[in-house]
């Protein structure tokens, strides 16, 4: 664009003083003819400086040329300037307005991660709170078994010593009937009958300390 502005511009100027010096040289030429062939007689006429003379036809056809360019620019050049400035910012608008998305789009998934991550650490801390509680019911569990389990032992003990203690105390009532029977013999000096030997367990038994 500059460089044909430039050329446009030397065009002109070209054009607009190639006449004028044209003048110029015939306007010399006529005044040394002058000169050669009038008398010397030295009235010395001045006459008028060249590049000062206007030429109206010079500057009509400068402007009409001048015109004539104006227009094949607007038609033809300025369009296709003005063009290319309207698409090049319309590709800087577009490319603003892709930027201004792609930012929201990042902004978007900043906090759908965000997000993601405070539901991570919400689910992390209920899995340790169910795992503590878990344990807690374990060990309790744990405990109550344990509990269960001694209590079930004392009572098997407790049956156990039960039952040692009634056959304990069933060879013990047999062998005092039997020193009964015989001390009572040697005394009596007669043999008992089963109701008497029934009579004299039951008071050995009833001697007996009662232990529960």
């Known amino acids: 664009m500059r460089c044909f502005l430039l050329c446009f511009a ?3 100027m070209s054009v607009g003083i ?3 010096l044209n003048g110029a040289e015939a306007a010399e030429d006529q005044a ?3 000169t050669d062939s009038g008398d010397h007689d030295g009235d010395h006429a001045e ?3 060249v590049l000062l003379q206007f030429d109206i036809g010079s500057a009509v056809c400068n402007l ?3 015109l004539g360019v104006l227009g094949i620019l ?3 050049v300025w369009p296709v300037i003005l063009g290319g400035l309207q698409a090049r910012e319309d590709k800087i608008f577009d490319e603003l307005k892709n930027a201004e998305k792609a930012n929201a789009d990042a902004q978007s998934l900043l906090v759908d991660y965000q997000g993601k991550l ?3 650490a919400a689910e992390v801390q209920s899995i340790l709170s169910e795992a503590r509680n878990d344990a807690t019911a374990s060990g309790q569990r744990i405990v109550d078994e344990a509990k269960q389990e001694a209590e079930r032992q004392r ?3 407790i049956a156990e010593i039960e039952t040692a203690k009634k056959v304990a105390l069933a060879d013990l009532a047999g062998q005092t009937s039997d020193l009964a029977i015989g001390v009572a013999q040697q005394v009596i000096g007669r043999e008992l009958k089963a109701e008497d030997h029934a009579e004299l367990i039951r008071q050995s038994l009833d001697r007996l300390p009662s232990k529960n």
Do not use: C, N, Y
């Open 64 to 66: 009409l040329i001048f």
């Open 10 to 12: 030397s065009f002109v």
């Open 47 to 49: 006459s008028a400086p």
């Open 155 to 157: 009572e098997r003990a």
């Open 74 to 76: 607007s038609k033809f």
């Open 118 to 120: 405070d539901g991570a």
């Open 32 to 34: 040394a003819e002058t």
């Open 18 to 20: 190639a006449p004028a």
